[in-house]
């Protein structure tokens, strides 16, 4: 069972690229470099100082496995993306990775990446 917080944490991502192969030749975004403060902020107003240490930590985990992500299927990223993504991410890698993910299957199903399905 999910905590509340997971729950809120939880991006969900309307289409998952599971293999895209594309030249980024002409792209020059760079993976932004957030700090914890986002995980801070969101678990700034728990009581239980042990609960709140303890989904801390979880959310800088997840944000960890999310920047792993991006920083593997970072050369499919636009600077248009990322611009209309960064409005949104909160300095999140997570919320960040759902809308990246999103303007990525779009580009496939337009026809603008080379997606293979598995």
């Not at 192969?21 to 993976?31: H, I």
């Not at 239980?48 to 997840?62: A, H, S, V, W």
């Not at 809308?99 to 337009?110: E, H, K």
Request: charged share 20%.
């Amino acid at each position: 069972m999910m905590t509340p917080l997971a729950r809120i944490l939880t991006s969900a991502v309307a289409i998952t690229v599971f293999s895209v192969s594309v030249s980024n030749a002409g792209y020059g975004a760079t993976l932004p470099n957030y700090t914890d403060a986002f995980c801070r902020r969101l678990t700034s107003k728990m009581l239980d100082p042990d609960e709140k240490r303890i989904e801390t930590n979880g959310c800088l985990q997840d944000e960890a496995k999310a920047q792993k992500r991006l920083t593997d299927h970072w050369s499919i990223t636009t600077d248009a993306a990322l611009a209309r993504c960064q409005i949104t991410s909160s300095n999140s890698y997570r919320v960040l990775e759902g809308c990246l993910s999103q303007d990525a299957g779009w580009r496939c199903f337009r026809g603008e990446l080379d997606c293979q399905w598995n």
